[in-house]
């Protein structure tokens, strides 16, 4: 009786590099294979685009385009956040507007004169 099997060449394991990738190449190489619209925003990123919504009517616009239409989800969350915001800082300086002509300058007139006592008190120095 013939052995009919076939033999097997021994596979040898493939060689692992022994050369340590720091979390950061790590992090980087993730980073990397995701798609654009789900990439990661840097620190200087974020403060960047802080600076750029800012800007008096310029910013504004950008801050609604970026809210609507920008491809990085990371991006459009930030401006929707920012967004959300300055929405409630109008709203609060409106209530603000508001109480204050109903009891007739009783809020602001208070935080002049406060205002108006500090610069007197600089005077002799100025």
Known sequence: MKNTMKKTKKV????????????????????????????????????????????????????????????????????????CALLLAVIAAVVLLVADTLLQGAIIQPLKDLGNQGIDSLRPFI
């Open 12 to 83: 040898k394991p493939a060689k692992v590099s022994t050369k340590k990738v720091s979390k950061r190449k790590q992090l980087k190489n993730i980073e990397k294979q995701l798609p654009k619209s789900y990439r990661p925003i840097s620190g200087w990123g974020y403060f960047w685009r802080a600076v750029l919504y800012a800007i008096p009517v310029l910013g504004w616009i950008v801050l609604l385009i970026n809210a609507i239409g920008s491809k990085n989800r990371n991006g459009r969350y930030f401006a929707r956040s920012y967004f």
